[in-house]
Nanobody
Framework: VQLQASGGGLVQTGGSLSLSCAPS????????MAWYRQTPGKQRELVAR???????NYLDSVKGRFTISRDSAKNTVYLRMRSLRPEDTAVYYC???????????WGQGTQVTVSS
């Protein structure tokens, strides 16, 4: 099942955006969920991940600016991004960690564009 991310858009440097993803309950339970991003010509990279206990890990370049969280009642994973920079421009994807567990697959992602 493709995991669909939403909430992207165009913002200026320093702005904020909040992304969300709603996998099925069977996917999210007992699964580390993560956000990834990809820019043209580059490999997809892991941005942040969160386990079922709320423990998180972040890409060094987003530490202190991005916050990943999960709402088990809503089966939703969030990525709140602030102090955005042009280098954060990418297509952002939601997936399990490691990716494509439990029948999950990459969705189309959501475009985040940060203008300078």
């Amino acid at each position: 099942v493709q995991l669909q991310a939403s909430g992207g858009g165009l913002v200026q440097t320093g702005g904020s955006l909040s992304l969300s993803c709603a996998p099925s309950a069977s996917t999210i339970v007992n699964t580390i969920m993560a956000w990834y991003r990809q820019t043209p010509g580059k490999q997809r990279e892991l941005v942040a991940r969160v386990d079922g206990l709320g423990r998180t890990n972040y890409l060094d370049s987003v530490k202190g600016r991005f916050t990943i969280s999960r709402d088990s009642a809503k089966n939703t994973v969030y990525l709140r991004m602030r102090s955005l920079r042009p280098e954060d421009t990418a297509v952002y994807y939601c997936n399990t960690y490691p990716y494509n567990l439990k029948g999950s697959a990459w969705g189309q992602g959501t475009q985040v564009t940060v203008s300078s």
